[in-house]
């Protein structure tokens, strides 16, 4: 089976940026769509950002602009790169892996922006 571990959370200010990873283990990295999502107390899980295999992205409408999705498919990593972090950015935040329908997650890592 597929595991994915996220890293990189953790307690910022506004205004502020945030790196955050995940790892895979399995042999499907390559060929499946990666992605990010959060979840913020009371909400929904929403889709932050995505990247096909061959490198096609997308994002949602609020972190356009601010959040970049990267892939390095040697290493079996995902990576989200987030700047000019806002208080409404705060949740957590999971890694994910679509492979044939089936959605594979991580632990959840949690991003809390606050002054």
């Known amino acids: 089976q597929v595991r994915l571990v996220e890293s990189g959370g953790g307690l910022v200010q506004p205004g502020e940026s945030l790196r955050l990873s995940c790892v895979a283990s399995?042999?499907?990295?390559?060929?499946?769509?990666t992605g990010w999502y959060r979840q913020a107390p009371g909400k929904q899980r929403e889709q932050v950002a995505e990247?096909?295999?061959?490198?096609?992205?997308d994002y949602g409408d609020d972190v356009k602009g601010r959040f970049t999705i990267a892939r390095d498919n040697a290493k079996n990593m995902v990576y989200l790169q987030m700047n000019s972090l806002k208080p409404e950015d705060t949740a957590v935040y999971y890694c994910?892996?679509?492979?044939?329908?089936?959605?594979?997650w991580g632990q959840g890592t949690q991003v809390t922006v606050s002054s």
């Open positions: 994910n892996l679509k492979y044939f329908g089936y959605d594979y």
């Open positions: 399995g042999r499907l990295f390559s060929v499946s769509v």
């Open positions: 990247m096909t295999p061959g490198g096609r992205t």
